[in-house]
């Protein structure tokens, strides 16, 4: 079974940027897609941003313009750039993939 690890969260201020990322032991895209979700206090885990093995990415609309979602040429590895970063984004980032969960990483937005 792919093991999903997550890294590169962190504090950050607002308007800052971030990268997190997402490292497979095997191919993360044996499944079609992928994903990063996230899990604020209080609230449901939302889905933020979905890759396709194709190179198709798609966003939820509170982050698009603002966040990317990349793949690295081994396709074992994906990556999240955040910028313009809000307190409102502040939250526990998962990614998931081949129906496995990765332990999440915190990301917290604040001055």
């Known amino acids: 079974q792919v093991q999903l690890v997550e890294s590169g969260g962190g504090l950050v201020q607002p308007g800052g940027s971030l990268r997190i990322s997402c490292a497979a032991s095997?191919?993360?895209?044996?499944?079609?897609?992928m994903g990063w979700y996230r899990q604020a206090p209080g609230k449901q885990r939302e889905l933020v941003a979905t890759l396709t093995r194709y190179g198709s990415a798609s966003y939820a609309d509170s982050v698009k313009g603002r966040f990317t979602i990349s793949t690295n040429s081994a396709k074992n590895t994906v990556a999240l750039q955040m910028n313009s970063l809000k307190p409102e984004d502040t939250a526990v980032y998962y990614c998931?993939?081949?129906?496995?969960w990765g332990q999440g990483t915190q990301v917290t937005v604040s001055s």
């Open positions: 998931y993939a081949n129906k496995v």
């Open positions: 095997g191919s993360i895209f044996i499944d079609d897609a």
